[in-house]
């Protein structure tokens, strides 16, 4: 496996800010590939080999905006039980329903915009139905739950311009933690 030559923006770039724009189909072959790329990175990125082998933080998630793109896409890689891994592809999504349930993790959420530790609980939905569209273009929705409900979250919000850091009260970073359910 090559590792795909993109840069991911730290959280000192204004363009992290921007509201992404909607994608107008048909994807052109720049925005394929950058998908595709975006997926190598993050599996890469997962593999204990290739982490060591080129100094990569582990991730989940990117949001097309974190390559310096403000295009309303984001993927997910899932490490699944028998190391082996699901993509998620979801172009112009929007959550249609969730959970009254929130959750938050334990050990902190993480971001690859991010190069640094960050105390503090962010509360999510324990599930959210998106809908969205794939690269195709075709609507579909789906339902996630737990740590990939997070994932979706955090990266429908790199689309809105927010941070995870943004959802942290700095004066009280656990701030009402008893409210909602640890993962």
Do not use: W
Request: hydrophobic share 35%; with cysteine.
């Amino acid at each position: 496996m090559k590792l795909p030559n993109i840069t991911i923006l730290d959280e000192t770039d204004k363009r992290l800010r921007k509201i992404s724009d909607e994608v107008k189909f048909p994807l052109s072959k720049e925005d394929k590939k950058n998908i595709q790329d975006m997926i190598t990175y993050l599996t890469m990125s997962q593999i204990p080999e290739y982490e060591e082998k080129y100094h990569l933080r582990a991730g989940m998630g990117l949001a097309y905006v974190q390559i310096g793109i403000p295009k309303r896409i984001f993927v997910i890689v899932e490490e699944l039980e028998d190391e082996t891994f699901r993509d998620y592809i979801l172009i112009n999504p929007k959550i249609i329903s969730h959970s009254e349930e929130m959750i938050y993790v334990g050990e902190g959420e993480g971001c690859l915009s991010i190069n640094r530790e960050v105390e503090g609980i962010v509360p999510r939905y324990a599930r959210v139905t998106m809908e969205a569209q794939d690269m195709e273009g075709n609507t579909f929705k789906i339902r996630v739950r737990e740590d990939i409900a997070i994932a979706f979250q955090h990266e429908l919000d790199h689309l809105n311009g927010i941070l995870f850091i943004d959802h942290i009260d700095p004066k009280n970073p656990f701030k009402d933690a008893n409210k909602y359910r640890e993962i």
